[in-house]
Structure formats: structure tokens, C-alpha cells
């Protein structure tokens, strides 16, 4: 069985070098889709590594609202106030993308603290795109993929921050969540 993820154009070997997971490449057939990969990740038990190649697939946007997603909806009660405007400077990237909400975003990442989900997923619009260094120097471009590596520890951080017992469900209601984002089909 295997995960059908739409519009995905990298190979699994350049997905899993962008998500800097450790897998063993020569064991892995050139030919293998992402979804096989994924699925063989989920199946295996190894779901942080599921997320983080999952996230890696997609857009510097889509691992962000994917990221959204999963915090608003698998994070604990009792978030901070900082943590609470981080999260709704997400939201306000998310429904209109600039460079001053980009960077609003990375200030109150700081104060979130980046060690919360909230606080995570902030900092990964920072990494999203524009420059990374600070006005008015020189443009210096985010590295590739930090911005969906950084979503899916936000997404990480999501499922275990609240009922540890119950990771491999929540795990797997967030890959099904990112699965879905990306229009693809199978349930994990």
C-alpha cells in the first residue's frame, strides 16, 4: 500500500536529504515514490520522520498551514498570551503574506518562547521567504527547507506537548492532515 501525495516533484532521495532524516539511500530504490516512503515511515512506527519528510514535500506555505492546522488543533489548553499572539501572527501571515508580518512573526517567536509549538511555527514563517538578515543589510535568502523543517517541529511539538500517551494517534491525525493538504489519498 502506499500514500498518493498530488503535485509532489521531488524524488523520495531529495526529500530525504531536505528533511535530514537518517535513512539508508542505497536501500532505497531510485524509483520509490514519496508516498511509498512515507507510508513505509508511518508503517514502521517512525512518525516524527514521517512529518518531518511529509513537511519537506511540500511549499514553504503549505508546511506553514500545515503546521497552523496541527497546532490549533492537537496543542494543549492554557497557551500563554505570548505564545497566543505568535499564533495569530501565523494567522495573519498565512491569510496575507508580507515582509512585516514575516518578521513581526520571528519577534514573537522569541517571546513565544521557539521551545513551544506556537513559538515554533512562528519562527518557520520567518523562514518562510525575503531575507533572513536584518534591515537594512544585504538579502540573504532563508536556507532551503529550514522553514518546513522548522514547521514540522512545530507540528512535534504539537503532538507531544499534550497526552504523550496518545503520540502514535495524534501522530497519525497530523500526517493525515498534511496528506490531505497536499490533495493526496490513503489514511495512515
Known amino acids: 500500500m502506499a500514500i498518493q501525495l498530488a503535485g509532489v516533484k521531488a524524488t523520495t532521495h531529495e526529500l530525504i536529504g531536505a528533511s535530514e532524516i537518517e535513512a539508508d539511500l542505497d536501500s532505497i530504490a531510485e524509483s520509490t515514490m514519496p508516498g511509498e516512503f512515507l507510508y513505509s515511515l508511518i508503517a514502521s512506527g517512525q512518525l516524527a ?7 519537506c514535500a511540500m511549499t514553504p506555505a503549505q508546511a506553514i498551514a500545515w503546521a ?19 499564533l495569530a501572527a501565523v494567522e495573519g501571515w498565512l491569510s496575507s503574506p508580507d515582509d512585516g508580518k514575516r518578521r513581526a512573526a520571528k519577534g514573537l517567536a522569541d517571546e ?55 503520540s502514535a494517534e495524534r501522530f497519525r491525525e497530523a500526517v493525515n492532515m498534511g496528506i490531505a493538504l497536499l490533495g493526496g489519498k490513503v489514511s495512515v
Do not use: W
Not at 520522520?49 to 513537511?55: C, I, K, P, Q, Y
Open 49 to 55: 520522520e514521517g512529518v518531518r519528510f511529509l513537511s
Open 112 to 166: 513565544a518562547p521557539l521551545a513551544s509549538p506556537e513559538g515554533c511555527i512562528a519562527m518557520a514563517v520567518f523562514f518562510a521567504e525575503g531575507s533572513i538578515s536584518p534591515e537594512p543589510n544585504p538579502a540573504v535568502p532563508p536556507p532551503p527547507h529550514v522553514c518546513q523543517r522548522i514547521a514540522a517541529g512545530a507540528i512535534v511539538y504539537a503532538v507531544v506537548s499534550d497526552k504523550p500517551e496518545k
Open 68 to 86: 497552523y492546522k496541527c497546532v490549533r488543533s492537537l496543542v494543549r489548553e492554557g497557551a500563554t498570551e505570548p505564545q497566543k499572539k505568535a
